[in-house]
């Protein structure tokens, strides 16, 4: 008999069909926005994100609404940097991207030399308005400390808002999937909609 070890870990990524599926990777994204100081966008600004744990660096240019996105980026924190002709060079440090989750931050630019620079902590609360995707992460110590019947990670999802057990179709029965086990729908969709994402050793 073989078992495998899972890492304390877990992250959970759920999604409604019809949505984009560049999330089912295990990686998330950084996007947003370049203004200055009166809220006016900044095109062509060199922008990006530095991966803190890996060293792997993205860069970019704010197109002619000011915005910028890095798809596809592996989880863990970045810097992300802000250069401009004629701005300081902005910083926004520490960002933490969870897997499957798309950080919206909004970058001011203001006036002076590019050798300056303006550094500002990740603002953690930062909402997503640059995709229609849901997601939901469940951390180590919920993962640990919450109790699972025959540890199936799925019943993790339950604790989001918008899931419910999927009583349609003929192969769930009180959310009981006959073949996977756990069925569930989220925000009404069918069980088969929702992409689960799993940090495992």
């Keep these: 008999m073989s078992t495998r070890r899972f890492a304390p870990f877990l992250t959970i990524a759920l999604f409604v069909i019809g949505m984009k599926v560049w999330a089912q990777q295990p990686t998330g994204a950084i996007g947003g926005r370049v203004v200055d100081s009166t809220q006016a966008v900044v095109p062509g600004a060199e922008v990006s994100a530095h991966n803190l744990e890996t060293g792997l660096t ?11 996105r890095f798809p596809a980026l592996p989880a863990g924190r970045y810097d992300l940097t802000v250069n401009m002709q004629g701005f300081k060079k902005v910083v926004i440090s520490n960002i933490k991207l969870d897997v499957g989750s798309i950080v919206d931050q909004t970058v001011v630019l203001e006036i002076g030399q590019v050798t300056e620079q303006v550094t500002v902590e990740a603002n953690i609360n930062t909402v997503n308005t640059i995709s229609p995707d849901l997601g939901a992460v469940v951390g180590e110590q919920m993962v640990r400390e919450l109790p699972l019947n025959g540890r199936n ?12 057990p999927d009583t349609h179709g003929r192969s769930t029965a009180g959310g009981i999937n006959r073949r996977s086990g756990i069925a569930v729908a989220i925000y009404g969709s069918r069980g088969r909609a929702a992409v689960f994402v799993l940090d495992k050793i």
Excluded: K, T
């Design 153 to 164: 990670f799925v019943q993790l999802a339950g604790i989001q808002s918008g899931v419910v």
């Design 58 to 68: 993205r860069n970019g240019i704010s197109n002619e609404e000011g915005l910028f």
